[in-house]
């Protein structure tokens, strides 16, 4: 028995579920919000670089800088999601205190 009162045939299902890869439309909602990460480090580089030639643009790098941290969060989110779905397909979802414990096992792996 774990912590949280599953057992070890439990643990072990949670653990394949894991790595079961997502389906094409988590892959899709993935890719999307990796792509546009990728392209604001882009932008962000060559404000940079133009930064060096005017200081001026040190407003526009912090406005790209947020945006960054927002498609990030928004990545963290999609694969916290995907994880969750894979784990409520593993197992049912319990609530313990209000708590579902599938929330409890997603944020614990990550």
């Known amino acids: 028995m774990s912590q949280i009162g599953l057992s070890e045939d439990e643990i072990a299902e949670l653990r394949r579920s894991r ?28 404000l940079e670089q133009y930064d060096a030639l005017d200081p001026g643009v040190e407003e526009t790098i912090d406005e790209i800088a947020s945006e960054i941290k927002q498609k990030q969060r928004a990545e963290l989110i999609a694969e916290r999601k995907t994880l969750h779905e894979k784990i409520l397909d593993g197992i049912p979802d319990i609530t313990i205190f209000g708590v579902s414990v599938v929330s409890i096992l997603t944020f614990s792996l990550l």
């Open 19 to 46: 790595d079961r890869p997502p389906t094409s439309s988590q892959e899709l909602q993935l890719e999307q919000c990796r792509a546009a990460s990728r392209e604001l480090r882009s932008k962000r580089q060559t």
